[in-house]
């Protein structure tokens, strides 16, 4: 995609400065700020504290953070080293447990480490370098196809619902379900995005209506609740999300929330379309009822946004993360490789043939 459209990109490596920035999403829209971290600790804080989010996006902050914490390593022998990259890499993989990229990124790695253990320790610390500059360069470049993918299935002006964000500060850059917005904005196809607010957190309200307003995107704000009255007005002609994990069925994990908006679309005859990287395609978990749910803090449901607590202090919460949304409610995952239809077990194997 060309340049001319405002593409903001959350992960950055600071190789000079031993450290990578990252764009502090907690404090967005208020405050566009970076943050320069060095540490195992602050890397995994960054992770669990949303700072950086996105299942891509972690993904590459994880292997960013794994070769930083490790190229200031002192070993001089590759078991040595091994050993301070295996301590980092279980620290790293503690930090959330739903998007898969986070494993995966860090699979790969720790893959790279293995093939490159004959060469010298200051080869194989280059090697990481080079591995995780990899995983982000391809992160563009898939975020980019599945925008050309969709554009396949979307029709100029048409109303697009979509949940929480997966946009570019979700991803290398582009976004995953926003990528096709930012592919149709250069093409002038006048998209009209609906973007759920996505309770408790609000990654729609403070995210996705910001980034799209910044690239001039026709941009209306909702609260969750409203997803459906949107759709019986035919305001919506499809919707578009991400997803943290795609088990082997098609099942899908994304946020909270996603659904119940799945289940609108089938009502209102809506297409309901999951923008999935191959790399958030885990063909080792069987259906999504395998997927590990996330569970937040009562706080980000009580007090958070909230200048004193709107329910009761001794009130029960519950507060899941991410919903799985059953392949049966899911007209199409639209990945790098093209849009797998249902049956997807055998679909989605055959993509990675
Ligand atoms: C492009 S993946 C975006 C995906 O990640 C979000 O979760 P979180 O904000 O908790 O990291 C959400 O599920 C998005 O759909």
Same mark, same amino acid.
């Given at each position: 995609? %060309?340049?001319?459209?405002?593409?903001?990109?959350?992960?950055?490596?600071?190789?000079?400065?031993?450290?990578?920035?990252?764009?502090?999403? #907690?404090?967005?829209?208020?405050?566009?700020?970076?943050?320069?971290? &060095?540490?195992?600790?602050?890397?995994?804080?960054?992770?669990?504290?949303?700072?950086? =989010? !996105?299942?891509?996006?972690?993904?590459? $902050?994880?292997?960013?953070?794994?070769?930083?914490?490790?190229?200031? %390593?002192?070993?001089?022998?590759?078991?040595?080293?091994?050993?301070?990259?295996?301590?980092?890499?279980? &620290?790293?993989?503690?930090?959330?447990?739903?998007?898969?990229?986070?494993?995966?990124?860090?699979?790969?790695?720790?893959?790279?480490?293995?093939?490159?253990?004959? !060469?010298?320790?200051?080869?194989?610390?280059?090697?990481?370098?080079?591995?995780?500059?990899?995983?982000?360069?391809?992160?563009?470049?898939?975020?980019? $196809?599945? *925008?050309?993918?969709?554009?396949?299935?979307?029709?100029?002006?048409? !109303?697009?619902?979509?949940?929480?964000?997966? !946009?570019?500060?979700?991803?290398?850059?582009?976004?995953?379900?926003? +990528?096709?917005?930012?592919?149709?904005?250069?093409? *002038?196809? @006048?998209?009209?995005?609906?973007?759920?607010?996505?309770?408790?957190?609000?990654?729609?309200? =403070?995210?996705? +209506?910001?980034?799209?307003?910044?690239?001039?995107?026709?941009?209306?704000?909702?609260?969750?609740?409203?997803?459906? /009255?949107?759709?019986?007005?035919?305001?919506?002609?499809?919707?578009?999300?991400?997803? @943290?994990?795609?088990?082997?069925?098609?099942?899908? $994990?994304?946020?909270?929330?996603?659904?119940?908006?799945?289940?609108?679309? &089938?009502?209102?005859? /809506?297409?309901?379309?999951?923008?999935?990287?191959?790399?958030?395609?885990?063909?080792?978990?069987?259906?999504? %009822?395998?997927?590990?749910?996330?569970?937040?803090?009562?706080?980000? /449901?009580?007090? &958070?946004?909230?200048?004193?607590?709107? $329910?009761?202090?001794?009130?029960?919460?519950?507060?899941?993360?991410?919903?799985?949304? @059953?392949?049966?409610?899911?007209?199409? /995952?639209?990945?790098?490789?093209?849009?797998?239809?249902? %049956?997807?077990?055998?679909?989605? #194997?055959?993509?990675?043939?």
């Amino acid at each position: 995609m %060309s340049e001319h459209v405002t593409v903001i990109e959350s992960v950055k490596l600071d190789d000079a400065n031993d450290a990578i920035i990252l764009l502090d999403q #907690t404090q967005l829209p208020n405050k566009k700020e970076f943050l320069h971290l &060095k540490t195992v600790d602050d890397v995994w804080d960054a992770i669990y504290q949303l700072k950086v =989010r !996105g299942a891509p996006a972690i993904g590459i $902050a994880a292997a960013y953070g794994i070769y930083i914490v490790t190229k200031n %390593s002192k070993a001089t022998s590759f078991d040595a080293f091994y050993q301070e990259f295996k301590t980092a890499k279980e &620290k790293l993989a503690s930090s959330r447990p739903t998007a898969v990229n986070l494993f995966w990124a860090l699979d790969r790695m720790e893959a790279r480490l293995q093939n490159e253990q004959t !060469g010298t320790i200051t080869e194989i610390k280059n090697a990481l370098r080079e591995e995780a500059d990899l995983i982000k360069k391809e992160d563009q470049k898939v975020c980019e $196809a599945i *925008g050309y993918h969709a554009l396949e299935v979307l029709e100029p002006g048409w !109303g697009i619902l979509t949940h929480c964000n997966a !946009g570019t500060i979700a991803t290398a850059k582009y976004g995953t379900a926003l +990528a096709p917005i930012y592919l149709g904005q250069e093409r *002038g196809y @006048d998209f009209k995005v609906y973007a759920d607010e996505t309770r408790p957190l609000l990654q729609g309200a =403070r995210l996705t +209506a910001w980034e799209l307003n910044e690239a001039g995107v026709d941009v209306t704000l909702i609260c969750d609740n409203m997803a459906s /009255i949107v759709m019986s007005q035919d305001k919506v002609q499809a919707v578009l999300v991400g997803c @943290d994990r795609v088990a082997a069925n098609g099942d899908a $994990a994304n946020k909270i929330g996603t659904s119940g908006v799945a289940i609108l679309a &089938k009502h209102y005859g /809506i297409p309901f379309y999951v923008c999935a990287p191959m790399s958030t395609i885990d063909l080792n978990t069987e259906t999504g %009822s395998d997927i590990e749910i996330e569970l937040r803090s009562e706080e980000e /449901i009580k007090t &958070k946004w909230y200048s004193e607590p709107m $329910a009761p202090a001794d009130i029960k919460t519950y507060n899941p993360a991410f919903d799985v949304t @059953d392949h049966s409610l899911i007209t199409g /995952i639209i990945t790098e490789k093209g849009i797998v239809s249902p %049956s997807y077990k055998e679909n989605l #194997t055959k993509i990675f043939e």
